[in-house]
Nanobody, 123 residues
Framework: QVQLVESGGGLVQAGGSLRLSCAAS????????MGWFRQAPGKVREFVAA????????YYIDSVKGRFIISRDNAKNTVYLQMNSLEPEDTAVYYC????????????????WGQGTQVTVSS
């Protein structure tokens, strides 16, 4: 069983930055791929970024490449999402999730989810 708790969301102006954190319980954190997803009002949840178990490989949707950075610290059981050059289109609830599957871009393969943190980007 893994429990995930996100933090770091908030209100920021376009062009600004935020860093989201996701703290995981349990002693098997390094066994999981970790992903970030987001859901904007009226839209379906979408994959944003993922990081491999060791942190050596990262994956992003095209719209955030070059602006967002996902990383993890297995000693602290924490995954991060550094978000730079934020745009109003990034406004959403952001969720972290954990999976043992390598199909990191598919929400359906994730076993554990956090409660979400709101990110609002004003224009």
């Amino acid at each position: 069983q893994v429990q995930l708790v996100e933090s770091g969301g908030g209100l920021v102006q376009a062009g600004g930055s935020l860093r989201l954190s996701c703290a995981a319980s349990g002693r098997t954190f390094s066994s999981y791929y970790m992903g970030w997803f987001r859901q904007a009002p009226g839209k379906v949840r979408e994959f944003v970024a993922a990081v491999s178990r060791s942190g050596s490989s990262t994956y992003y949707i095209d719209s955030v490449k070059g602006r967002f950075i996902i990383s993890r610290d297995n000693a602290k059981n924490t995954v991060y999402l550094q978000m730079n050059s934020l745009e109003p289109e990034d406004t959403a609830v952001y969720y972290c999730a954990a999976t043992v599957s390598g199909s990191y871009y598919r929400g359906s393969v994730y076993d554990y989810w956090g409660q979400g943190t709101q990110v609002t980007v004003s224009s």
